[in-house]
């Protein structure tokens, strides 16, 4: 469970620490004007080890710095791998940090497991000890709370790459649990719940830009983040748009005075009497909050008959002219094609042999090869000619062409070549339509052809190759 931490002693007997992480080394921002140095400003360190939410990211850290004036911080590293030359841990982010008070830094090391310094001991025991003492009892104004602990929640999505359709659905499914949990809310002052907590994250979450994606649209310099009311939403989900503004209007000030969970530092921490009020709160909006919710759950279910009509139009129109699309090919192939590509692929030959005893002429018509279709490094070779492929879409056509009936389903993709990991739900198309692109021009065809069309689409989307070729010693 516990990083290794590995140390040497200085001539001083005080504790250095050698470099483990990639930051360390250099100077990190930890705060507006509070700058870092692990390797020279800390003398000890402390490190827990976490499993990141999927395995293919690595490793978390918690770490702990003892500073040489006695300060203690505290940094988060996400999503790290270990270098195996340097045996250094890195991220392609920066780690992010705060400094901590001597009681705070000795709970970490007690909840982690660690041997507790006299010092932190001491400290810890002082805290305690305050915590009895009898306090007036304060009440502070939701606007403290706003100003304090700001609801908005940065995340790790870039804006452009959000799918609104799918937080939409996440939002109503957040929102009917809020207003379960008021509806069975017994008066008592609490934090969230992990459940009720997802309405923070959906509803306020900021999204972080593409300057090169903001330039090309805009004039004004780029935001680092932004709101998800504030991103770029279509036509059709402007009425989603205007609940989630209201949404937010109603639950801004009291879910910023409910926290997760209780932090150790009493000024950032709500009082019970505080949640409760928050909890009061809430529940007057109930019923504004059930409305809000029956709209939403009305647009999202227009919003998605309204894609299935559109999908099941297109699969209709797709699926009539499945059955010509080989058709179309060699016909391209042997018009279009052939002066597009400046090649004329021959499609029968003729053999002539001539008898010793007969002095006859014998024609014998051969049927062609269809051409080979040979897989190389970063591409592929189709007819003699070579072309560029790399990443999921050169294993998904790989795949494809290995397949049975030259034929795959979407889960097949999803499980062979993103081993089942949650992807995006235009993924897969985005990675057909590449191949796509390819095969066009590796075939010499029009926009008008399709040499893999869908067979179906939604949950049960399939494609097929739809060009004659054989594979190389396959």
Known sequence: MFGKRRESKSPDQKVRIEQSFRFESVKTRIAPGTWFVALNDAIDRWVVTLNASYDFLGKSFRILYQLKDDRYLMLQYECCQLNSASQIWESTEPPRGRGIEPFEAAHFLMQSG????????????????????????????????????????KTGIL?????????????????????????????????????????????????????????????????????????????????????????????????????????????QNPTEEEMKRAWEDLVTKKDNLQSLYIDLNSEIRKL???????????????????????????????????????????????????????????????QPEDPILEFLPGGYRFNGRDFSLSGKPYALFELIANSKHRTLTRQEALDEVWNGIAVQDNTVNQTISTIRGSLRKCLCLTDKVDPIPALDRGENAAWRLEFKFQLKNG
């Open 114 to 153: 660690f041997d507790v310094p006299d010092q932190l001991a001491d400290a810890w025991d002082l805290w305690e000890q305050k915590q009895r003492e009898p306090k007036e009892p304060e009440v502070r104004p939701f606007s403290f709370w706003v100003e304090k602990t700001p609801v908005f929640m």
């Open 304 to 366: 998605k008959e309204a894609i299935a009509i559109k999908e099941l139009e297109e699969a209709q129109i797709e699926s009539r002219s499945v059955d010509q699309v080989s058709e179309n090919i060699d016909s391209e192939l042997l018009t279009s094609g052939a002066e597009t590509c400046g090649e004329v692929t021959s499609l029968s030959t003729s053999h002539t042999t001539f008898a010793n005893d007969e002095s006859k002429i014998e024609t014998l018509s051969e």
């Open 159 to 267: 804006s452009h790459e959000l799918d609104l359709v799918s937080n939409s659905d996440e939002v109503a499914h957040y929102l009917a649990i809020l207003i379960r949990s008021l509806n069975d809310w017994g008066g008592e002052g609490r934090h969230l719940t992990n459940e009720e907590l997802g309405m923070k994250y959906k509803l306020f979450g900021q999204y972080k830009v593409d300057p090169n994606r903001w330039r090309s649209k805009w004039d004004d310099p780029p935001p680092e983040y932004l709101n998800v009311i504030d991103l770029d939403w279509p036509s059709e989900l402007l009425n989603i748009r205007d609940i989630y503004s209201q949404l937010q209007n109603l639950l801004l000030e009291p879910l910023s005075c409910l926290p997760h969970y209780r932090m150790l530092t009493s000024d």
